[in-house]
Nanobody, 114 residues
């Protein structure tokens, strides 16, 4: 059973940066894509960024130009570099790994103060 462990969240001020990390362990089927979602209490989880095995990336409109996703395939790790953070980025961030869709880690809290 694959396990996802996210880390790197914290409390920052608007305009500052954070880097999130997520590592998948226990995969018995090769992971071919990873990405990040975020969730605010009471709202649906929304896609933030994703990267395919070939390195193709896709970002939510709200983070394009500020966030960068990167993948270390050899370590089944995905990073999310978040620059120029805004209060609207405050959420719990979760990573996912394909083909293990539906498996989530505990998430990492990102709080951005104005």
């Amino acid at each position: 059973q694959v396990q996802l462990v996210e880390s790197g969240g914290g409390l920052v001020q608007a305009g500052e940066s954070l880097t999130l990390s997520c590592t998948a362990t226990g995969a018995t089927i090769p992971i071919n894509g990873m990405g990040w979602y975020r969730q605010i209490p009471g709202k649906e989880r929304e896609m933030v960024a994703r990267i395919t095995d070939a390195g193709t990336t896709n970002y939510a409109h709200s983070v394009r130009g500020r966030f960068t996703i990167a993948r270390d395939s050899g370590k089944n790790t995905v990073l999310l570099q978040m620059n120029n953070l805004k209060p609207d980025d405050t959420a719990v961030y979760y990573c996912y790994a394909l083909p293990y869709w539906g498996t989530w880690g505990q998430g990492t809290q990102v709080t951005v103060s104005s």
